[in-house]
């Protein structure tokens, strides 16, 4: 089993905090990078937050710097997203994604990933 497994969505007020999960497969987690996109309704699927596990060296777009924290626990498998001051436009479903081939990485590219997990749904209201 290599599909990651996304937990931890549901709805919040503006202001609040949430914390996603995303379990990997030993396999899933031995890739090179691990990624947090969101898709809403009508719209792309947008990069949202990026991770190297050999050194933990971080990526985030302009759109949710500062607000948003991405993380691991080797010990666990697990990828988290750390979102505090959601926004309304913050609504989305959440997807982490596996790119498992070392090299450079063009963070918002989805067609760079080789693994997603199913989404969770994150909902802010105002």
């Known amino acids: 089993q290599v599909q990651p497994v996304e937990s931890g969505g549901g709805l919040v007020q503006a202001g609040d905090s949430l914390r996603l999960s995303c379990a990997a497969s030993?396999?899933?987690?031995?890739?090179?990078?691990m990624a947090w996109f969101r898709q809403a309704p009508g719209k792309e699927r947008e990069f949202v937050a990026g991770i190297i596990w050999s050194n933990e060296y971080t990526y985030y777009p302009d759109s949710v710097k500062g607000r948003f924290t991405i993380s691991r626990a080797n010990a666990k498998n697990t990828v988290y997203l750390q979102m505090n001051s959601l926004k309304p436009e913050d609504t989305a479903v959440y997807y982490c994604?596996?790119?498992?081939?070392?090299?450079?990485?063009?963070?918002?590219?989805?067609?760079?990933?080789?693994?997603w997990g199913q989404g969770t749904q994150v909902t802010v209201s105002s």
């Open positions: 994604a596996v790119k498992s081939t070392y090299g450079s990485i063009r963070w918002s590219k989805t067609d760079e990933y080789d693994y």
């Open positions: 030993e396999r899933t987690f031995s890739s090179y990078a």
